[in-house]
């Protein structure tokens, strides 16, 4: 099993940064990809951006140049910093992780964590 915490949502005005990071424990080695999605009120949750195990990031057009996504080893955490924040991207922000052992597959969720409007 794969436990997500996230942390890091809170107010911001326009046009200004927040960072989320979502720390991970239990069985670490058997993550394949983690990263982020979104779910704004009403709306479909969707990828926000995902890191590979080899390194390989992905993210969604709508972040891309504004948001950056980073990972630290030592600490079993990846980082979301999001900057030029708009009314968009207002949503919770949940943590994902895919695990993959002998073909298993599992899909992990954090609880998320709420980014308001800009204000």
């Known amino acids: 099993q794969v436990h997500l915490v996230e942390s890091g949502g809170g107010l911001v005005q326009p046009g200004g940064s927040l960072r989320l990071s979502c720390a991970a424990s239990g069985s670490i080695h058997t993550i394949r990809v983690m990263g982020w999605y979104r779910q704004a009120p009403g709306k479909q949750r969707e990828l926000v951006a995902t890191?590979?195990?080899?390194?390989?990031?992905l993210y969604a057009d709508s972040v891309k140049d504004r948001f950056t996504l980073s990972r630290d080893d030592d600490k079993n955490t990846v980082y979301l910093q999001m900057n030029r924040l708009s009314p968009e991207d207002t949503a919770v922000y949940y943590c994902?992780?895919?695990?993959?052992?002998?073909?298993?597959?599992?899909?992990?969720w954090g609880q998320g964590t709420q980014v308001p409007a800009p204000s």
């Open positions: 994902n992780a895919w695990t993959n052992v002998l073909d298993d597959e599992n899909e992990w």
């Open positions: 890191i590979t195990e080899g390194g390989s990031i």
